[in-house]
């Protein structure tokens, strides 16, 4: 056996271990394909174990349906969280993370008319089709059509699941063009037709079919600082828009999506359940039929895909104290961005009550059965057609005018893109060419909205105080603060929320990782 064969075994046996153990740190980062039953499993599985030989193991789910394996029953291997692990820093690593991270959005699934969505993907990248195909095989073992479409059939299979939703609306809001290719796609891949995946819900025969909600599960990997979550939330929830029960570990609110055109509005409901590593959720009829977009936004919200283990053996040396923490992000990219604008060099607290106003004069009405979820945020087209004078009105400042609804105009007409799929450096320079918005406010934008993992807000008060650097050093205190953060690539964004929950400290101490970090 050679080097190479010898660390593939001791990998491998590394992660039966974790398999036996159901060690939720490694859910999403590996499957196993079991070659007596043909099913793979997320590592949480709570089956009985296979013997060690009849496993094989996989880093990501296409792998284990590319080799022939169907998806369990019982785990679910669509709930897991998704693959964020930068062990690699090499280009085309970092090239194939960047596509699988726009494949992964509901907004790719869709097949466009010429055919293979590959060559608008590899243009977004700035490379040619053909040699994105061969980086993705490479590192992958698979391409990117075949990833995609598993992303597209666990997601179809997802909406099957925990909804009642006509399996033609499935197949359509899953990316495929019809029921046909759909039926096609599910009984090739899985070996059975699209309606058998829901037996327990055919059987379901006192379940009214008009149901009013409908729920959903996404998993995290441990450790996770719900806490810490929700205290940030609620510190920050918007009145009528927001609600925040820390004491429940419940976070409820109200949202309105377009897609393709078209506007959703209704509410949502997400119990985190920290014993199962998970959040359930319960969502409004008015938001199922774009499941998969606010699925996508919770676990964007949420960071519910941040891999603890490859951020952790990055920042833990400067911040011991952070393991569990997370970056907030948030539900709708423009509300934060205004979000951000208002809260520009006063408090929490007193950007919170301009919001309120904002809400309450040009938010949209809103019925839910929660008395205090009653107002959608302002739309982009709302904010962009007001009078400065009304926004004065509320206690907003000129400056602050301004910036708003620059941002609005440039939302609502489609010249910036505020969502976690936008190209960040361009984004950020865009952000910066609007009138009121530096450096810093661009920077927490690209952190929260557009989740860029080394966003880094410049002169951040709490950061400095937590580097021991004095503000009256100004410039100086920037430039120290930049180098030491260096180390921290590519996950300052981690490091600033970890400065800001207070747990750096000067005192290092040396920590111990996983055999299979």
Not at 108 to 132: I, N
Not at 472 to 490: N, T
Request: glycine share 6%; aromatic share 8%.
């Amino acid at each position: 056996m050679n080097a190479m064969d010898h660390a593939a075994r001791h990998a491998d046996d590394a992660r039966y271990r974790a398999l036996a153990a159901h060690d939720a740190r490694f859910d999403g980062r590996f499957f196993v394909g079991v070659t007596s039953t043909g099913i793979y499993c997320r590592p949480v599985c709570r089956v009985r174990l296979p013997r060690r030989e009849n496993c094989r193991f996989f880093d990501h789910a296409a792998q284990a349906e590319g080799a022939g394996f169907r998806p369990c029953l019982r785990c679910r291997p669509e709930l897991a969280p998704l693959d964020r692990h930068w062990s690699n820093q090499d280009a085309c690593s970092i090239l194939v993370r960047e596509a699988m991270k726009l494949l992964d959005a509901p907004a790719s699934w869709a097949f466009p008319e010429s055919g293979s969505p590959l060559p608008a993907l590899a243009q977004r990248l700035g490379v040619s089709d053909r040699h994105l195909r061969r980086v993705f095989e490479q590192d992958l073992g698979v391409s990117p059509l075949q990833y995609l479409q598993t992303r597209r059939l666990l997601a179809a299979k997802q909406l099957l699941t925990d909804t009642r939703l006509p399996v033609q609306q499935v197949a359509l809001m899953s990316g495929f063009g019809s029921v046909r290719r759909f039926n096609a796609a599910f009984q090739a891949r899985y070996g059975m037709s699209p309606t058998q995946m829901r037996p327990a819900l055919r059987n379901k025969a006192s379940t009214p079919a008009h149901r009013t909600t409908c729920t959903a599960r996404l998993g995290w990997r441990p450790p996770y600082d719900v806490g810490a979550m929700l205290t940030f939330l609620a510190t920050r929830q918007l009145p009528g828009v927001e609600r925040v029960d820390s004491a429940a570990c419940l976070y409820a609110r109200t949202l309105s999506l377009r897609v393709d055109g078209t506007l959703h509005t209704g509410w949502l409901q997400a119990h985190f359940k920290p014993d199962a590593n998970a959040v359930e959720l319960k969502l409004s009829t008015g938001l199922q039929a774009v499941m998969p977009h606010v699925l996508w936004r919770v676990r964007a919200l949420f960071d519910l895909d941040a891999d603890p283990q490859a951020i952790n053996n990055t920042l833990r040396h400067d911040f011991p104290g952070g393991d569990g923490l997370r970056v907030p992000g948030c539900m709708d990219g423009f509300e934060l961005a205004v979000r951000g604008v208002l809260g520009q060099q006063i408090t929490v607290a007193a950007a919170r009550t301009l919001a309120a106003r904002l809400i309450e004069r040009f938010g949209q009405a809103l019925s839910t059965p929660d008395p205090q979820l009653n107002r959608l945020f302002p739309t982009p087209q709302a904010l962009a057609q007001t009078d400065p004078a009304e926004l004065g009105a509320l206690g907003i400042v000129r400056q602050r005018q301004a910036a708003i609804r620059a941002l609005a105009c440039a939302a609502f007409e489609g010249r910036l893109d505020l969502s976690d799929q936008a190209d960040t450096p361009a984004t950020l320079r865009a952000l910066q060419q609007l009138p009121g918005i530096g450096p810093w406010t661009a920077q927490y934008i690209a952190l929260r909205a557009l989740r860029w993992p080394d966003a880094w807000p410049p002169g951040d008060v709490a950061v400095h105080a937590a580097l021991g650097l004095s503000p009256l050093r100004g410039r100086l205190a920037e430039q120290s603060a930049a180098l030491q953060a260096d180390a921290w690539q590519p996950w300052r964004g981690y490091a600033v929320v970890r400065a800001w929950a207070g747990c750096h400290r000067s005192a290092h101490s040396a920590s111990s990782e996983s055999d299979l970090s």
